[in-house]
Structure formats: structure tokens, C-alpha cells
């Protein structure tokens, strides 16, 4: 049986609702032609700010390691889409651009900086950084694939709420956006990723939010090392295929992992507790979760982070909401 949940989360960067949108929009779409501002200072003054602001995301992003990547809103006037796929088509177009590679050597020292070619399509989430990682401005570290892989820090901050236990896994930890937060929440966490590269940034960036002492690193297959673990719970959010995955519809079945589909996967997680947080797409199917467990309940929390739905989280075990009546919980909605 499903218990379907939502919740509704907001990113403290943003404004509230309505507040100042017609106004900034307006002004947004000034700058972007390059027209006199309202008060009067002139065409001159609007476009010093427009100009300005392009260079300074450029530096930014040359900073990144991705140079030369811009958001379609520069460099061209404002365009009305004719509909949301002509939109979707191109969020999802990609560029060819510069990628600082860093090698380091065994002491955690600059080797060599590699320059590479490679095709940049997480312009969107670089825009959002600090919705990713509040404290990037820091130093946060972020390889490719993770720009668009790792959860925002308001959506693992809730999720660790609820799996604060003495001892979490996340079997495929990134660069560390979930284990961060469940450092915060639980006593001990577990993190795994076959990438050295990526447990490098994510031990990085655990220092940087002052919880690395609480997270116990570890370079390898999931898929083998979960069978000789135990804990409280499990975190799974394993990849999902990159930022093209389907959108209408995610099949377990189809979701190979090291030649392991999403279902065995969750099997294997279920061998170190029975209380599992399985982190997947929205369109994820409740009938597919229900399935990995017939006999049991499972909770299907849809979060929403500024007022659009982003992921669908299965809770397993003891992590499921406990009701009077479970029917009344459908369609439960919570604000944060």
C-alpha cells in the first residue's frame, strides 16, 4: 500500500511569492536589451549594468571551469517560447566549452591542470549554485556529472530529518550534497562512490560545512560493499542517466547500475537495513514502488522546491509515516 505525501520547500535565495516578480521581470528583460532604465539615469546606465553582470558571470564560471558557457538570457533579446517542449529542447541544448581538469598529486597538491574539450549542458545549475550548496561561495567543488546530479541543500536538509538515526549509508555519495546534511542529523554516515575524485570533493566540501569528522569515506563498487554493511538506514539515489532522463515516466526495470537494475538494487540495500530513503526521478511510477515491497507500506513523498515538483521520495521501514488511518495521509501536504 502507497501512502502519498507532498511537501513544499523554498529555497532561501528566493523572494516570496509575488513579491517584486512583475518588477523584476520588467527589469530583467530592460537589461537584456539594453534599453533606458525607469528612473530616468539613461540608456547609457542600463547598459553598464548589463554589461557588467555578463562579465562578472563570466569570470565566475571561468572560475568553475566552465569558461566560455553563457545563460541564453545574455547576449539576445528576450524570446516568448511557443511551448514548453520548444522550451525543454533547448535548456537541454549543450555547448562546447573549456573544462579545467585538476590532477593531484598523493599529498593533495596541484599536479598538473589539464585543459579539455567537453560539451557543458549544466549552465541552469551553475546559475543556481547557491541553491545546490548554500556556502559555494566558500569553495564548494563540483565535477561535471555533479552539477546536475546533487541534490539541493534544502531537499537533503529535509530528507535527513528524516533519517536521523546513529548510522547512515549513501552507497553513491558525489560529491557529497546528502551526506553533508545527514552528518548533521546523524551520528555517523557512510559514504561510497567507485569515483576517488568525487569522495575528494565530497571530503572537501564536508570540511567546508564542518562535519567531515563525522562522515567515514570510502572508495569502491556499492554494489559490492553492501552486502558486508549494516546500519540504521540507507540512503539510495543512484544515477539516473544524466539531465535527458525520461521525464514522463522512470522505470526501475531500465535503471542499470553496474548491470544492476533499480529493483535488485533496492533488494541489496535491504540487506543492510530495512529502512531506506530510495531518492529517484518524479516520474517515477508509485505502482513500481509499491511493488518493491507487496506485503508492506511505503511512503511516496513528492517534494516540491519552489513550487515545482523535483523528485519523488520511496520511504521503506520504520522511516514511513505512522497514521491513525493511513488513507487520510493521501495527498498530505506540508509547507517548509
Same mark, same amino acid.
Given at each position: 500500500?502507497?501512502?502519498?505525501?507532498?511537501?513544499?520547500?523554498?529555497?532561501?535565495?528566493?523572494?516570496?511569492?509575488?513579491?517584486?516578480?512583475?518588477?523584476?521581470?520588467?527589469?530583467?528583460?530592460?537589461?537584456?536589451?539594453?534599453?533606458?532604465? =525607469?528612473?530616468?539615469?539613461?540608456?547609457?546606465?542600463?547598459?553598464?549594468?548589463?554589461?557588467?553582470? @555578463?562579465?562578472?558571470? =563570466?569570470?565566475?564560471?571561468?572560475?568553475?571551469?566552465?569558461?566560455?558557457?553563457?545563460?541564453?538570457?545574455?547576449?539576445?533579446?528576450?524570446?516568448?517560447?511557443?511551448?514548453? *517542449?520548444? !522550451?525543454?529542447?533547448?535548456?537541454?541544448?549543450?555547448?562546447? &566549452?573549456?573544462?579545467?581538469?585538476?590532477?593531484?598529486?598523493?599529498?593533495?597538491?596541484?599536479?598538473? #591542470?589539464?585543459?579539455?574539450?567537453?560539451?557543458?549542458?549544466? &549552465?541552469?545549475?551553475?546559475?543556481?549554485?547557491?541553491?545546490?550548496?548554500?556556502?559555494?561561495?566558500?569553495? /564548494?567543488?563540483?565535477?561535471?556529472?555533479?552539477?546536475?546530479?546533487?541534490?539541493?541543500?534544502? /531537499? %537533503?536538509?529535509? /530528507?535527513?530529518?528524516?533519517? %536521523?538515526?546513529?548510522? &547512515?549509508?549513501?552507497?553513491?555519495?558525489?560529491?557529497?550534497?546528502?551526506? /553533508?546534511?545527514?552528518?548533521?542529523?546523524?551520528?555517523?554516515?557512510?559514504?561510497?562512490?567507485?569515483?576517488?575524485? *568525487?569522495? #575528494?570533493?565530497?571530503?572537501?566540501? $564536508?570540511?567546508?560545512?564542518?562535519?567531515?569528522?563525522?562522515?567515514?569515506? +570510502?572508495?569502491?563498487?556499492?554494489?559490492?560493499?553492501?552486502?558486508?554493511?549494516?546500519?540504521? $538506514?540507507?540512503?539510495?539515489?543512484?544515477?539516473?542517466?544524466?539531465?535527458?532522463?525520461?521525464?514522463?515516466?522512470?522505470?526501475?526495470?531500465?535503471?542499470?547500475?553496474?548491470? +544492476?537494475?533499480?529493483?535488485?538494487?533496492? %533488494?541489496?540495500?535491504?540487506?543492510?537495513?530495512?529502512?531506506?530513503?530510495?531518492?529517484?526521478?518524479?516520474?517515477?511510477?508509485?505502482?513500481?514502488?509499491? $511493488?518493491?515491497?507487496?506485503?508492506?507500506?511505503?511512503?511516496?513523498?513528492?517534494?516540491?522546491?519552489? *513550487? @515545482?515538483?523535483?523528485?519523488?521520495? %520511496?520511504?521503506?521501514?520504520?522511516? +514511513? !509515516?505512522?497514521?491513525?488511518?493511513?488513507?487520510?495521509?493521501?495527498? @498530505?501536504?506540508?509547507?517548509?
Amino acid at each position: 500500500m502507497a501512502l502519498v505525501t507532498e511537501v513544499r520547500l523554498r529555497s532561501r535565495q528566493s523572494h516570496g511569492p509575488g513579491k517584486g516578480k512583475k518588477s523584476k521581470k520588467n527589469k530583467r528583460r530592460r537589461l537584456e536589451k539594453g534599453d533606458a532604465s =525607469e528612473d530616468g539615469n539613461g540608456e547609457d546606465v542600463c547598459a553598464d549594468m548589463y554589461r557588467a553582470a @555578463q562579465a562578472q558571470l =563570466e569570470q565566475e564560471m571561468k572560475a568553475a571551469g566552465m569558461e566560455g558557457g553563457l545563460p541564453m538570457s545574455f547576449g539576445g533579446r528576450s524570446r516568448s517560447f511557443a511551448s514548453k *517542449k520548444r !522550451k525543454r529542447s533547448l535548456e537541454e541544448e549543450t555547448t562546447i &566549452v573549456e573544462k579545467v581538469r585538476v590532477v593531484y598529486d598523493s599529498d593533495g597538491q596541484v599536479a598538473e #591542470r589539464v585543459v579539455e574539450k567537453v560539451e557543458v549542458d549544466v &549552465v541552469k545549475f551553475y546559475l543556481q549554485r547557491q541553491t545546490l550548496f548554500e556556502k559555494f561561495e566558500d569553495g /564548494i567543488q563540483l565535477d561535471h556529472e555533479s552539477w546536475y546530479s546533487v541534490t539541493p541543500q534544502v /531537499i %537533503a536538509e529535509h /530528507i535527513a530529518k528524516r533519517l %536521523a538515526c546513529d548510522v &547512515v549509508v549513501d552507497p553513491f555519495s558525489g560529491c557529497g550534497g546528502n551526506v /553533508i546534511q545527514l552528518a548533521m542529523t546523524c551520528k555517523q554516515v557512510i559514504a561510497i562512490d567507485i569515483d576517488p575524485e *568525487k569522495i #575528494r570533493m565530497a571530503k572537501h566540501n $564536508a570540511a567546508i560545512y564542518g562535519v567531515a569528522d563525522k562522515i567515514e569515506f +570510502v572508495v569502491g563498487n556499492s554494489i559490492d560493499i553492501l552486502p558486508n554493511l549494516k546500519a540504521d $538506514a540507507v540512503f539510495l539515489s543512484p544515477p539516473w542517466g544524466g539531465v535527458k532522463y525520461s521525464r514522463k515516466r522512470f522505470s526501475l526495470d531500465e535503471m542499470l547500475v553496474k548491470g +544492476v537494475s533499480g529493483m535488485d538494487l533496492f %533488494a541489496r540495500a535491504r540487506q543492510v537495513s530495512k529502512n531506506i530513503a530510495y531518492y529517484l526521478p518524479r516520474g517515477t511510477p508509485t505502482k513500481d514502488l509499491e $511493488a518493491l515491497t507487496p506485503d508492506e507500506p511505503v511512503e511516496c513523498e513528492k517534494i516540491f522546491l519552489n *513550487k @515545482q515538483l523535483k523528485v519523488v521520495t %520511496a520511504y521503506y521501514g520504520d522511516l +514511513v !509515516k505512522q497514521v491513525a488511518d493511513p488513507a487520510s495521509l493521501n495527498g @498530505q501536504k506540508q509547507e517548509a
